[in-house]
């Protein structure tokens, strides 16, 4: 089994702000992408951002400049550091990997329990 489990999430007023952190557990072979979505009332789950074993990082218009994430990879973990936040911020926000449990096996999609960030105006 791989479990996904964030840390970090809370509440801030706005130009505040947060570090989130994941770190994957369990059977793991290998990681390749790891990052965050996030999910407001009433939305869709959107991408946050993602960072490949690589280094290759994609992420939403709307963090750039503001959120920074970054990866360990030695110790299998993920983390975003989101500054200047804002009340629009304010959401669930989702840990994901892919990860593959052997060698023989594809890379599967798992995902954490989310934390909740709430951004105060």
């Known amino acids: 089994q791989v479990h996904l489990v964030e840390s970090g999430g809370g509440l801030v007023q706005a130009g505040g702000s947060l570090r989130l952190s994941c770190a994957a557990s369990?059977?793991?072979?290998?990681?390749?992408?790891m990052g965050w979505y996030r999910q407001a009332p009433g939305k869709q789950r959107e991408l946050v951002a993602e960072i490949t074993s690589g280094g290759v990082i994609n992420s939403g218009d709307y963090v750039k400049g503001r959120f920074t994430i970054s990866r360990d990879n030695a110790k299998n973990t993920v983390h975003l550091q989101m500054n200047s936040l804002k009340p629009e911020d304010t959401a669930v926000y989702y840990c994901?990997?892919?990860?593959?449990?052997?060698?023989?096996?594809?890379?599967?999609?798992?995902w954490g329990q989310g934390t909740q960030v709430t951004v105060s105006s």
């Open positions: 369990g059977s793991i072979f290998s990681i390749n992408g």
């Open positions: 994901h990997a892919y990860i593959r449990t052997s060698r023989y096996d594809s890379y599967r999609l798992y």
